[in-house]
Every structure is written in C-alpha cells, then in structure tokens.
C-alpha cells in the first residue's frame, strides 16, 4: 500500500534563491536600462523637437522668401515692360534724328560745293574786274565795252568785304556782283 505524500515539489531552497535573486537583478537591470533609455531619449526627444521646430520656421522663412521673390520678380516685369514700352518711342525718335542728320550732313556738303563755287566766280570777277579797271574800259549794261580817255587810278580801298574804288574824276565806287559800278560817298574812299 502505498502511503499518501503530500508530494513537494522539487525545488532546492538554494537554487530557489539564486533564482529569485538573478530574476531581482535581471528585472532590476532591465528597469535601469529603461530608465538610462529614458533618460537618453529625453535629450534626444527635445533635441528633435527643437530640430522640427527649426525646421517649421525655415520652411516658414522659405516661403517668405518664396514671396518675396515673387513680388520682386513681378515688380522686375512691370519695370522692364515699361522700359521696352519707353524705349520704342527713344529708338523711332533716334532714327528719324539720325535720318535728319543725314539730311543736313547731304544738305551741308551741298552748300559747301555751292560756296566753293561761288568763291571760285567771285575770285574770277574780281580778277576780271581788276583787268578791267586797270586796261581803263567799263562795261555797259547791254555787255559790251567802251574804252575811253579815263585813266585809272591804282588808288582803292577794301572795307567790310567791299573794295572801294577811285575813278578817274575822283570818284568812289565799287564794283557790284554783276560787274556794274555802284557810286557811293568819297569819305568812303579816303
């Protein structure tokens, strides 16, 4: 017959302990790794916040900019719009400027060929006229020449681009563009 034990379980009180006592110290290890976890994390979890924080604004600051740059970009527009705008009217003024420019540059060479020419008739006259005041004959209004007993003078004198004459009788003349003796006071002359 077999007796009723009450039946134990096997457990040493020792290894009981050891047990209890390496559990105590892995939990309390797992519970101070958790709290130096925590304690990292939490310079960690500001770190990040400040991060985000710093983010946020400079994305706030970017689209500022972002703005900014819009409204100077448009104000850039308008400017260079009303610049071509005023320019057309510069360069179509420039050019018909240039074209009259032109116009007076032709319309000077022509004058001066023009005076060229008429220096070169004047000179001519005055040496024919010279010729004629020294050979002593005069000419007439329909062209022809007289010669009579005149005897010219060498006496003469020039003013104010006019060169007076003393004629025969005394008289003071000069001679005008048609060749023709213009009689003028003898003060002038003396």
């Known amino acids: 017959m077999m007796s009723k034990e009450p039946v134990q379980a096997f457990a040493p009180p020792v290894l009981y302990r050891e047990f209890l006592t390496l559990f105590n110290n892995l939990l309390f290890n797992r519970m101070r790794l958790l ?18 924080k710093e983010v946020s604004a400079a994305a706030v600051d970017l689209e500022n900019c972002q703005y900014e740059l819009g409204v100077v970009s448009k104000q850039l527009r308008d ?8 320019l057309k009217p510069l ?11 032109e116009a ?17 008739k004047y ?37 104010q681009a006019r060169t007076y004459y003393t004629g025969p009788r005394g008289g003071c003349y000069y001679l005008t563009g048609s060749g023709r003796k213009q009689y003028v006071d003898r003060s002038l002359c003396n």
Request: net charge positive; glycine share 4%; proline share 1%.
């Open 35 to 52: 709290l130096l976890l925590a304690i990292c994390l939490i310079p960690i979890r500001l770190f990040a916040q400040n991060q985000v």
């Open 79 to 86: 400017v260079r719009n009303q610049a071509k705008s005023e």
């Open 91 to 101: 360069q179509d003024r420039i050019s018909s400027q240039e074209k009259e420019l």
């Open 104 to 120: 007076y540059r032709k319309e000077i060479a022509s004058l001066k060929a023009k005076n060229e020419d008429l220096h070169d």
């Open 123 to 159: 000179s001519r006259l005055q040496a024919s006229s010279d010729a004629t005041i020294q050979s002593g004959r005069v000419g007439t209004v329909d062209g022809s020449s007289r010669s009579g007993s005149y005897h010219a003078t060498s006496s003469y004198r020039t003013s």
